[in-house]
């Protein structure tokens, strides 16, 4: 992912190692996007912040992290979804949930508001876009995407390089 992280966003294809976090990871990143025809690429900014304490525990996930995104999901083909500039973390734009399970670890970046809200019910059958973080090298992480609502769902990869903490 050396360069410029538009020309050079490339698929990932190892699984994450074990114990590996984001926990770390607070700051500004440029995102980019890319469907998997590689036709379309949506590129904009997400902003991590620490998740306090009283937020972190998600059942069989802890979220890390919180924040804000502004990426123009419909580039891609994703679900453009709404509240992605809420920086509440009862019901943030961008929330990094973290969970180790009998297929390994997994770290998910899951975006808009409704879908992310902690003291709510869970809906299964809402519009989502995740990020499925598959690399984490220093200031960069990297993965697949996918977003959808109901059967129907895109998908594609993604770059990730911090700008600035």
């Known amino acids: 992912m050396a360069g410029d992280s538009v020309t050079s966003c490339s698929p990932v294809g190892a699984p994450l190692q074990i114990q590996e976090t984001m926990a770390y990871m607070a700051g500004r990143y440029r995102l980019v996007m890319v469907s998997d025809d590689e036709n379309d690429r949506a590129v904009g900014f997400v ?3 620490q ?21 123009g999901f419909d580039a891609v083909g994703a679900q453009q979804m ?18 180790e399970g009998s297929s390994g670890q997994s770290i998910l970046l899951r975006f808009g508001s409704e879908p992310n809200r902690w003291a709510g019910e869970t809906v299964f059958d809402a519009a989502f876009t995740v990020l499925d973080v598959g690399l984490i090298e ?21 770059c990730a390089q911090r700008i600035r903490f």
């Open 47 to 49: 902003d991590l912040k």
């Open 51 to 71: 998740m306090p304490e009283a937020y972190r525990d998600w059942g069989a996930s802890t979220a890390t992290l919180f924040g804000k995104a502004d990426v």
């Open 82 to 99: 709404k509240g992605l500039d809420s920086p509440d973390p009862e019901g943030p734009g961008v929330l990094v949930l973290e969970s």
């Open 138 to 158: 220093g200031d960069r992480f990297s993965g697949s995407w996918r977003s959808g609502v109901h059967a129907e769902w895109v998908e594609g990869y993604f």
